[in-house]
């Protein structure tokens, strides 16, 4: 009996330390309408109308876009083993992005449409994350959670500074910068 007990120890901690297998990749399933949000893909860029918003007359915008990342997650286990599937998405929410009317130039669609490559670049950057993380049955909830919150943090950031530094993107020299920075970050994602 005092064997037994070490024993039956050793075998619960194990199985809730048990490696998970795990499955990421892309989804355009979520509970988003299709009439609401745009998924993002490589060959689809954003084009005035899918901005269907209403603007607020007090902002000084010309346009908003809103986009961002999320996931979806399950588990599945048989027996001892596991498997981890993690399905991410980036959007572009339609209802929620608006211009006014007087602002849809070319020039200003551009410095939206990098809004949501941010968003994209961000959501490869989670992805590359949960590919190297190393999920348990015991961590997985806490660890995607981290680095979900991780990726959102750097997106709002990244967002932050592009428009900090192209004021908006009416610093024509910077937002040809940032054009510039962003088109060779997005080739690191899109095969």
């Known amino acids: 009996m005092q064997f037994l007990l070490p024993f039956l120890f050793l075998f619960l901690f194990s199985e809730v330390n048990a490696q998970l297998k795990t499955n990421i990749y892309w989804t ?3 509970s988003y309408l299709e009439t609401e949000v745009i998924y993002y893909g490589q060959h689809r860029h954003l ?4 901005f269907l918003g209403k603007p607020p007359a007090e902002s000084p915008a010309a346009a908003i876009t809103a986009s961002g990342f999320g996931y ?3 588990i599945k286990r048989v027996e001892n083993e596991g498997q981890l599937n993690v399905a991410v998405y980036c959007f572009f929410n339609k209802l929620k992005s608006w211009v006014k009317t007087d602002k849809n130039t070319t020039y200003i669609l551009n410095h939206e449409q990098h809004h949501f490559d941010i968003s994209f670049i961000a959501a490869n950057i989670f992805m590359n994350k949960l590919k190297t ?4 049955f015991d961590n ?4 995607l959670s981290t680095l979900y919150t991780e990726s959102m943090h750097y997106m709002n950031k990244l967002q932050k500074d592009y428009d900090g530094q192209t004021k908006n993107g009416q610093l024509r020299e910077e937002q040809t910068k940032w054009d510039t920075n962003l088109t060779e970050r997005l080739q690191e994602f899109i095969k």
């Open 140 to 143: 997985y909830n806490t660890t």
């Open 72 to 74: 979806k997650a399950d």
């Open 133 to 136: 993380a190393s999920f348990t």
């Open 28 to 30: 355009q399933q979520t």
């Open 47 to 50: 084009l005035w109308k899918d």
